[in-house]
């Protein structure tokens, strides 16, 4: 039977274009604040755990020019997509059991992808055993966060459908483990970190109808949802969602996410 971190990895995989396309712009930038507050200028080995399609990699090589970069993902569909001028190396690997030897990293950095996890504690270590001594760790997760606007829309209309429940585990959805700075830090130090900061910041994002439709259908629950319906309860779904979006203010469509931010030392 395969694990739950396997099937996120391979659902990922499945949907890395839809992804790349869709939701790695929006969230990308979210991370810049990390960068800034990381001491990646004089880095000589810089590692980026579940690192997706490589989108931070660039940020990363400005911030550290001298830096080796290492990427590493464990959705072998997602690294493929790393841009082309993506020159360091990308590898498919399990957060919670890196490849790598002991004490090598200078900077390694986590975004939007402890809460997929089952352990979260674990990984952190593994990253810590990775990291020199001193070496920092750089976190980006979700803090209070509604998810994209017209969701609420999606699952009821998904429900009147008869579409079977979200059938990710939820050991790998683990999100309100640490949606605060007290649970965040306190997982940072369970995981031995030191020197432990915590922050939130409040990101805007105007979406129109379209795109949500085209993210949730492309890479969000309604993606893991829709798909069990015929495609003609799947097209009247979407059909109905559509009709009751368009009727929402403007505003409704503006999502405000507070984003989650930490630093530690190893």
Known sequence: MISPSAALAREYSEKADAYARQWSPVIAPMAQPLI???????????LDVGAG??????????????????????AHGMLRLAPRHVKHPLVA??????????RIADVA???????????????LRDVRRVLRPGGAAGIVTWGSDQGVPGLSIWKEELDAAGAAPDPRDPIIMQQEKMDTPEKLSALLAAAGYTAVRAWTRVFEHRWTVDEIVQVQLGCGMSARRIGGLSPDAAAACEARVRRRMALLPLEALVHRPEVLFATATA
């Not at 800034?36 to 080995?45: E, I, T, V």
């Not at 490589?54 to 290492?70: E, F, N, T």
């Not at 939007?112 to 674990?122: C, E, I, R």
Request: a negative charge.
């Open 53 to 74: 399609t490589g989108a931070l990699v660039p940020a990363l090589c400005a911030a550290a020019p001298a830096a080796r970069v290492l990427a590493v993902d464990r």
């Open 109 to 123: 950095t986590l975004v939007f992808m402890l809460f997929h996890v089952p352990d979260p504690v674990a990984a």
């Open 36 to 46: 800034d507050n990381l001491p990646l200028a004089g880095a000589g080995w810089v």
């Open 93 to 102: 690997m399990d957060a919670q059991a890196l490849a790598i030897r002991s």
